[in-house]
């Protein structure tokens, strides 16, 4: 079983930074895909970034496209999401997922998606 940890959440002002850290256990990191979901209150959970198991892939919501960086470092078993130009509407509880080994390609489907973090609460205030 594959454990995912994440890490990095806080309160923010609108306009800064944060960055979150997703840890995941297991000798397989670099052959599964890794994505990034979020869940404001009263909302769907939904799709903020991918990166395949290379690091070669990235995808991103448009909604963060230009202000988000989603990277990996395989030989630590941890990715990245690199949030700047923060803003309210990004107020979220952030879950990061990895997909089962041997499923590199990275997707926007949280379906896709077999093993999730408990989540690290964002807060942007205005």
């Known amino acids: 079983q594959v454990q995912v940890v994440e890490s990095g959440g806080g309160l923010v002002q609108a306009g800064g930074s944060l960055r979150l850290s997703c840890a995941a256990s297991?000798?397989?990191?670099?052959?599964?895909?890794t994505g990034w979901f979020r869940q404001a209150p009263g909302k769907d959970r939904e799709f903020v970034a991918t990166?395949?198991?290379?690091?070669?892939?990235?995808y991103y919501a448009n909604s963060v496209k230009g202000r988000f960086t989603i990277s990996r470092d395989n030989a630590k078993n941890t990715v990245y999401l690199q949030m700047n130009s923060l803003k309210p509407d990004d107020t979220a509880v952030y879950y990061c997922?990895?997909?089962?080994?041997?499923?590199?390609?990275?997707?926007?489907?949280?379906?896709?998606?077999?093993?999730w973090g408990q989540g690290t609460q964002v807060t942007v205030s205005s």
């Open positions: 997922a990895q997909r089962r080994p041997n499923n590199p390609v990275a997707t926007t489907r949280d379906d896709d998606y077999d093993y």
């Open positions: 990166i395949s198991g290379s690091g070669r892939s990235t």
């Open positions: 297991g000798r397989t990191f670099s052959s599964s895909a």
